[in-house]
Every structure is written in C-alpha cells, then in structure tokens.
C-alpha cells in the first residue's frame, strides 16, 4: 500500500466568495499545501538537503485539475486525503480528495516534476528522474 496522508484546514472568512462558498481557486491552493505536507510526513528530505545533496530544488506543478461536488462554507474544518497515482519517469500524479467528514467535497489531481537548475542556464530548471529514495518513502 503507497503511503497517504491527510492534512486538514479550516475554512476561513477570507477564503469564501460573496455567496459564503469557498471560491474554487483555494481549493488548489490547499491542494498545493496538502502535497508538502504529504512529503514532509514522509520523511522525505527537505528541499534543501535534497538540493545540496543531488541538485533537486523542489517538485513544481505542470499541470492541475480538481471536480468539484459540494460547496464548503466559513468555519468548517475540511481534510484533504493525499497519495501519489501514478509514477511516470520525470513526473508523479498526485491524487487529492477534500471531505468534510465522510462527505466528499471535491477530487483534485496535480502533476509535478521533481526539478534541478538548468546546468546551462540556472535561471532555468529541468525535470530529472525520480530521486529513488524519496519514491522509496511514499510507495
């Protein structure tokens, strides 16, 4: 069984619209969260050790989609169940599910790259393989 985590946020005023939703975007910004926590709870070095020791810099977003199936209101304390769907060889799947309570809520998914700085230009980054033992952590 792959390794999952579960982050929880409570909705704040601030992350509602005028109809006393949340507005959609904030979902994607506790999805963002909830993968960093995903791989802190691993284990998994800190982007700074990881860097000093094999040049990966992080694990940015290249692509993001979330449906949504219910609203969630100021003041309710959500969860955002999180796992790795896929492996692929430069890039991962994450796999986010919102509830309240039993209640799901909306199902996120986000594909990242683990990065490096260009070596020809360190403006830039690249995606590289998989670092083995991070994938080892959360398999």
Known sequence: MSFHHTTS??????????????????FFRWMDAATWHFFDASGAPSWRDASARDGVVGAPLVDAS??????ARHGETIAIDTSIAE???RSFVMRHVIRRGEVTLAEGREVRVFARRHPDDPSRIQ????????RKRVE
């Open 9 to 26: 946020f409570t909705v704040e005023f601030g992350d509602c619209d005028p109809a006393g939703i949340v507005f959609y975007p904030n």
């Open 66 to 71: 979330a449906h949504f199936e219910r609203p």
């Open 87 to 89: 492996w692929r060889s």
């Open 127 to 134: 995606a590289v393989a998989v670092p083995p033992d991070i």
